[in-house]
């Protein structure tokens, strides 16, 4: 972990990008100590930005400061959450599946490409409306949904570790399949694993947000997704209040924006094939998961 | 030709499994979900719906007392009907009905959008990767990224705001105007295309950057390729090396992507459609989320899924067409 920390800071770009999360993060868990209550109804109805509210104030004459600074912690939590889950799962899926092989794989593969396949918003839609809201049911319905794709790519970097020398003669000593798992190849996967989580904290923020968008999480916590709601219940747009729904917007642009960042310092760390392209002998092409490919980067809603 | 055919049939039985999938999930899921959805159902309709809605709902569920493998026959001997239910927010009307003119309308909108995005999106990558480091090749993918992190809905709503609001140039809602018939009549036409302009715009913006990372960094790979040197070695013109010898290779996993992709650009469209109040399955889906008509988000799910499996399918046939590989 330390070695790819080192070596990501060398990249310029994934440097701004740790520099922007940072920042996130601070507004999340330091920020709303700073700010007003956000639920209080401290101004009249949609003023415009001013001194006393600077970004102006919601259909409800609530700061939208306050509620843009507090909605970073949930969106922020159920974000880093699902992606640990997603990853975790997949890395379990995914690497039990190529260590094990044979029909072990076809079943999980094929669970894999089932899940992958079936579209996921109208999936979230159905799950999230029977559940209770809550970020319980959020983290549930975006883990139940999103899993495949880290399974995929993990999959199938287990499918070319398992043929490396060091796991023949693992295998050759005898070691149980367990132990292969966890002590030769899981740990050979560590950089993939950590794209794989931003990738997956990208597309937790992007789905949580659309989610709640269309009213499906607690309508009465503070979050990016209910901000946006609220801005769009309270005819944000037939009304011109702009300053309802920019800056939410923006925070989350700015986030995924920051994730893709780090993704593409790490994608130079880890594929130096990338870099720099081999101009002599063929280059078979290498699908990888930390290039956002159009499947990983189109996975938000 | 032969090898071709059995694998179109093999990739034809993945979906058909993904289809049946997708039929039990939407059986077991509001029978699996905590508490007893029967009861919250009708607690949730009480005094809101006729009798003959309640037993309509209670009908399509099956959410009756009957042993699980009862309700799930006429579940399906229902759904081999093409009988979906009654919907409660457009009572009377059967979901199925609710249905049709939603998909089309999605059918135009997201089909439309993604077919530009993946035309332009896979060239602009293939010339930012033929002139790797050149202007194209520094200056759009970063920007696209940034586009790409933003929220599709997020960005139909400022367009919206800022095009269709502020400078009216693009009319804010549904898919044509009011004062008109649908009919095949160029005035017609002219405000179907004003009214999709800006919906799908956002989705080409956002969606674009992925389809130009995946093909810049497939074409980098096929430029080092030993074809493309002995073309370079023929002295053929760098245009024709560039589309007969490069570019046609490289295309082959973006096309194989595009059928995967297609799920996850449809969510986004969805949502877009909100925004724009445009009359498809994404607006019909907010209508059954706020209306609790869960007979119509059943068949939405149903729907939207058969329609992305059979798009899939499509993208297989294409796959073959274009690679000679499977055909022999």
């Not at chain 2, 809605?53 to 001997?77: N, V, W």
């Not at chain 2, 073309?231 to 995967?260: C, D, E, K, S, W």
Request: glycine content about 10%; proline content about 6%; some cysteine.
């Amino acid at each position: 972990m330390t070695r790819i920390f080192t070596s990501l800071w060398k990249s310029r770009q994934a440097r701004v990008g740790m520099g922007l999360l940072l920042f996130f993060f601070l507004m999340a868990f330091v920020g709303p100590f700073l700010v007003g209550d956000p639920l209080a109804f401290d101004g009249r109805p949609l003023l415009g930005p001013s001194a006393e509210h600077w970004l102006g104030t919601t259909g409800q004459g609530q700061d939208v400061l306050a509620q843009t600074v507090v909605g970073a912690r949930t969106t922020l939590l159920v974000g880093l959450i699902t992606g640990s889950l997603v990853v975790l799962i997949g890395a379990l899926v995914g690497g039990l599946a190529g260590t094990l092989g044979g029909k072990t794989d076809d079943g999980l593969s094929l669970l894999i490409n089932i899940f992958l396949v079936l579209p996921g918003l109208p999936l979230m839609v159905v799950l999230a409306a029977w559940l209770p809201a809550g970020p319980v049911s959020m983290c549930a319905v975006l883990v139940l949904t999103g899993w495949a794709w880290n399974a995929r790519v993990l999959r199938a970097q287990a499918l070319t570790l398992r043929q490396r020398d060091f796991v023949a003669a693992a295998q050759v000593s005898g070691e149980s399949w367990i132990r292969i798992l966890f002590v030769e190849i899981l740990p050979n996967m560590t950089g993939l694993m950590v794209s794989s989580f931003i990738g997956a904290t990208i597309y937790a923020v992007g789905a949580q947000v659309g989610l709640e968008f269309l009213g499906l999480g607690d309508l009465g916590v503070v979050s990016w997704g209910t901000n946006l709601y609220w801005a769009s219940n309270d005819q944000a747009l037939l009304t011109g209040s702009w300053w309802t729904f920019v800056p939410t917007g923006f925070c989350i642009a700015l986030l995924g924006f920051a994730l893709t960042l780090i993704n593409f310092g790490l994608d130079a760390v880890t594929n130096p094939k990338l870099a720099h392209p081999q101009r002599v002998g063929p280059t078979p092409f290498i699908p990888s998961a930390v290039t956002p490919s159009p499947v990983s980067r189109a996975a938000k809603p | 030709m032969k090898a071709a055919a059995g694998w179109l049939a093999r990739r034809l039985g993945f979906y058909v499994i993904a289809a049946i999938v997708a039929v039990v999930l939407n059986f077991l899921i509001p029978r699996l979900m905590p508490g007893d959805p029967a009861s919250v159902l009708f607690a949730r309709f009480q005094g809101d719906l006729d009798p003959e809605a309640i037993e309509g709902l209670r009908k399509t569920f099956g959410l009756q007392d009957a042993p699980l493998h009862e309700q799930f026959y006429s579940y399906i001997s229902a759904l081999a009907h093409g009988d979906l239910g009654l919907s409660v927010a457009y009572f009377p009307t059967p979901v199925s009905e609710v249905l049709g003119e939603g998909l089309m309308w999605t059918g135009l909108l997201a089909g439309g959008a993604v077919l530009i995005s993946f035309v332009l999106g896979s060239s602009l990558g293939a010339l930012a990767a033929w002139k790797k480091g050149g202007p194209l090749d520094t200056v759009l993918p970063p920007l696209l990224a940034f586009l790409g992190a933003f929220p599709y809905f997020w960005l139909a709503m400022l367009a919206a705001w800022v095009f269709g609001f502020q400078l009216d140039w693009f009319p804010l809602r549904h898919a044509y105007a009011d004062n008109l018939a649908p009919s095949f009549s160029w005035p017609f036409i002219q405000s179907v295309i004003s009214h999709a302009f800006l919906p799908a715009l956002t989705m080409v913006l956002v969606s674009l950057g992925g389809w130009l990372l995946a093909m810049r960094n497939t074409m980098i790979g096929v430029l080092g390729a030993e074809h493309v040197r002995y073309a370079q070695a023929r002295g053929l013109t760098p245009r024709r090396i560039l589309v007969h010898y490069a570019a046609r290779n490289a295309l082959l996993p973006n096309v194989a992507g595009f059928g995967m992709a297609l799920g996850f650009v449809l969510s986004g469209a969805l949502l877009t459609e909100v925004v724009f109040s445009y009359p498809g399955t994404g607006l019909l889906l907010l209508t059954a989320v706020r209306g609790q008509d869960y007979p119509l988000l059943q068949g939405l799910f149903l729907a939207i899924t058969f329609a992305v499996l059979s798009a899939n399918w499509l993208v297989d046939v294409v796959t073959v067409a274009l690679d000679p590989r499977t055909r022999t």
